[in-house]
């Protein structure tokens, strides 16, 4: 099997690999050993501030001359709902009175902030190379103004609509990310999780949809996964739970304990930001969804969640934590991070020279 070189002439890249944005669960360390290991580092920048955000560039660059992929959601804020808000608190209160939080307290603030003026403004100023989005796309003048900052625009497609959608509008590849991938879905035409596909259906119907490269995500954490997608027409692929057990990610200790214990129960779930996204199941998942209707919208649940998170992790519990994980969390593999990238890519050739061969 040939492998194509349109994604890794696009970004400047030796390996077809992307480091996939994890927010909460990574910073820069984890982005600049992907990036040293020659594959695309990203940073998940929606929950940093623009001061935070230039820090880490600033970080990236000292330890490695690669691009860097700075990652953003692109969704609406929401309007607040007293009424919705509280149901919320109501369905959470006999959690609050287990672990004795006084459940009229005020709710904490969520920072996932949507792709702004301000976010674009660090964007024209460290001109990072590649810049990706979650959940659609921003309005069309902060596109072209990261495009003419000298930045690739990609984004997440989760059906085939989506991916035409968003070549329609600019972007330079397409993020085919299917319904194993771990953390939050992309949907954003819809919010019909009934639309939702998986990574080997949606990725050839994608491939053939738009001109643009493609890049496969959700279940690729092994060589296999690698040949898989490029086999269906990816031209390269962006990998994120596998890269959870290494030295660099930043999970909590309940989260690592699940990986390491090869942990397979995963769920869709809205409980824990308002949004649908995979991880491993927990007690309020369990009790309260995984989806339920009871849910703020996004990112308003996480809110009135933090005082239960914090309590637990505090016993070593991540009954109330966001603990984002593929369908495949199984296959991951406790290594650093540059050597899982090298490792990953000898596999995957190794893999295609043994099929060449048959």
Known sequence: MSVKRRLTDLFHIELPILLAPMA?????ALAIEVAKAGGLGSLPAAMLS??????????????????????FFAHTPPVPNNAREHAWREALKPYYAAYGIDPNAPVPTSNRAPFDDAFCAVVEEV????????????????VERGKAAGCTVIASA???????????????????QGYEAGGHRGIFLTDDLATQVGTF????????????PVIAAGGITDARGIVAALALGADGVQIGTAYLPS?????LPPHRALLKAKTEETAV???????????????????????????????LAGGALAPLHAKAQAQGSGDFSSMWAGQAAALAREMPAAD???????????LMARMAAR
């Open 24 to 28: 909460g669960a990574m910073d820069v």
């Open 50 to 71: 623009a001061d935070q955000l230039r820090a880490q560039v600033a970080a990236f660059r000292a330890a490695v001359d690669a691009p860097i992929n700075l990652n």
């Open 127 to 142: 001109k990072p190379g590649v810049v990706s989005f979650h959940f659609g796309l921003p309005e069309p003048s902060l």
């Open 158 to 176: 989760t059906t085939v609509a989506e991916a035409r959608w968003l070549e329609e509008r600019g972007c330079d590849a397409i993020i085919a």
């Open 201 to 212: 259906a949606l990725v050839p119907q994608v491939a053939d949809a738009v001109k643009v």
């Open 247 to 251: 030295p660099e990610s930043k999970i």
């Open 269 to 299: 779930t809205n409980v824990m930001t308002g949004r649908p996204a995979r991880g491993f199941i927990n007690r309020v998942m369990r009790e309260l969804g995984p989806i339920s209707d009871l849910s703020p919208a996004f990112p």
């Open 340 to 350: 899982l990238t090298r490792t990953l890519w000898s596999e995957a050739q190794a």
